[in-house]
């Protein structure tokens, strides 16, 4: 989970376009919300959501963890995930993110997880994963890849509420034996 | 469904932060991709994938769609839905645009599609909905907001194909009793 975008944005303060500045006002456009607006051109910049995207790997019993080596929460537990970039969709971006911060080689499997984190403007959204080995080879983001079975989850040291609730969710449906897809809301 | 952010997104030319022109580079933080980054103060400017949210809203047998009275794709039908805003979730997001676009008060029901479209940068999440009445009060993005049952559908002026794909599961899944969550990528 790379940390490009800070959690509060900071504001837009010249056009991308010409390089102006701008003001925040509601546009005449019909528009009900302020957006940055250049002063110079007229050019009116959106900011939106972002998604995270990323696998919930799973070899027979256990889960993988990946401990991450960045900031923010460095040294805590989380599942592999990251920003959704262009040019791809929810599911490449997860398979890469499993790459990049694990090392790990899945086939993916469905959605599991859909959550909200409005306050932080993203959605977060997991696919189950199944994991072709228990070799893995961790990226520089993350310190160590590593499978746990669900009483050695680090329920303390999970990094992020969202990887939290998507790892109480796949325990519990493994318990069902019904795995469904989840939207919830972290407020 | 706003048109705020054009399907192929203009580049960066100019610094968010001070105004300096960007140039397009692989950043030196173990990023891979190119970024627009500041001559001047090195910003880092990411650009991600947008999402638009909306609704199935259903009257009985019929579903409700919206003419749209903008471009692109004016005259044509869609679902009521647009860009996710900061602030709100998916949900909530889906319920504002279909106030917005069509004056319908709805519950929400479960997420019934998400669809990648790679190729514009965008993921589009679509909630069924049961309407609360027949009466609409379509905003000004909307020609006319009108109910539609299945031998109804005006499938030649369908406005996205994301709409259609999700009409298409929905009148499939209404034949079968049981309604899924559909992930589909638009290529
Ligand atoms: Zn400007
Ligand atoms: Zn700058």
Redesign the interface.
Known sequence: M?T??PPR??P??????????TAYRVPDD??T?QRAICSACGT????????VVGTLPVLGERVLLCQRNIEPRWGKWTLPAG??????????GALRETDEEAGAQVTLG??FS?L?V?SV?Q?HLFYLATLHSDRFNP???TIEARLFSEDEIPWEQIAFRTVRATLERYFADRRTGHFG?H?I?IV
Chains 1, 2 share one sequence.
């Not at 837009?12 to 500045?21: L, Q, S, T």
């Not at 920003?83 to 490449?92: G, I, R, Y």
């Open positions: 790379k490009g975008a944005r900071p837009i303060r010249h056009c991308r376009e010409c390089g102006a500045p019909g528009d919300r009116i910049h959106y900011e939106n959501p972002l998604n920003f959704m970039e262009l040019e791809e969709t929810t599911a490449q469905p959605l859909l909200n409005p403007g959605v990226g520089h983001e897809v939207c809301d």
